[in-house]
């Protein structure tokens, strides 16, 4: 019988290895991804969270056309190119929320603490919470060009504008949720998290020029809806589906989200890593 022979390299002495106390980028990346497919993998098993991505720009676009788009802009067709870009900023965002429910969710079903158990980047599950909800604001941002399209809407601006449309929807989308994955970590209760955050997202939603047009509107009430970010978002949307430009909105947008996640990502990542 033949020896079975093992070769092994020189066992280091503890005192000797040079163990870091921080995760390398490529492992937070993986992790990251992982952590994403969880949260993709969630969805597939619990499908009824999509309901807020799905029904709502479908229920939305029906009501709001056909409701408004005669008395404000003659008939249905003309309501589309003003209304289509309004319901998509409006449905994104407020499904930003779901990143800090979902967040405080997981945290009180000690989720995290199990985690913590794990060789994983510490990091790893909030950044993958908020990457796997990126795809939740692709969906309705799909569907709801999608559903315009159906019913009649041809963006002059051409398929490119309306995919840069979309990716700055996406992209404005996701540095808010930073903002509520804050409020996800520091509040007590899910339903508390979603409480405030749609007190603060119902009124720069709905006083916006999202629906109706800014000139109908009283003075003090102007001004507001002027300022307001969300105004300045539906503004550079309009202006890319409708005619390809790339305006101040737009540029606009893009800082305030930079400013949201030079704020809010630090807050939130101090907060996160204290109890995780």
């Known amino acids: 019988m033949s020896a079975l022979t ?53 229920l939305f676009t029906l009501m709001f056309t056909y409701i408004f788009g005669g008395a404000i802009s003659g008939d249905v067709a003309n309501y589309l190119p003003v209304i ?20 405080r969710e997981d945290m009180d079903k000690g989720v995290f603490d199990r985690f913590r158990s794990l060789p994983i980047a510490r990091i790893a599950p909030l950044s993958g919470a908020l990457l796997a909800d990126t ?3 692709g969906i309705a941002t799909v569907l709801t060009f999608t559903m315009g399209f159906l019913m009649g809407f041809r963006p002059a601006g051409g398929l490119g504008a309306v995919i840069g449309a979309g990716l700055l929807v996406i992209v404005c989308a996701w540095a808010i949720s930073w903002i509520f994955a804050f409020a996800g970590v520091i509040a007590r209760t899910a339903s508390s998290v979603q409480g405030i955050s749609m007190l603060i997202l119902f009124p720069l939603t709905f006083l916006s020029n ?18 307001n970010p969300v105004s300045h978002l539906v503004t550079a949307v309009r202006d890319l589906v409708n005619t390809g430009a790339f305006g101040a909105d737009a540029w606009i947008s893009l800082l305030g989200a930079a400013i949201i996640v030079a704020v809010f990502a630090p807050l939130t990542v101090r907060a996160y890593m204290r109890k995780a």
């Open 84 to 103: 289509i870009p309004g319901i998509l900023v409006q449905t994104v965002i407020t499904t930003s929320v779901v990143t800090g429910v979902q967040l």
């Open 135 to 137: 795809i939740r604001y």
């Open 6 to 58: 093992l070769t092994a390299g020189p066992i280091v002495p503890a005192a000797e290895r040079r163990l870091s106390p921080r995760a390398g980028l490529s492992l937070i990346l993986r992790n990251t991804i992982t952590m994403a497919a969880r949260g993709l993998i969630k969805i597939r098993r619990t499908p009824e969270q999509l309901v807020d991505v799905t029904v709502q720009p479908i």
């Open 210 to 227: 999202a629906f109706v047009p800014v000139d109908t509107m009283p003075g003090w009430l102007r001004w507001f809806v002027n300022v």
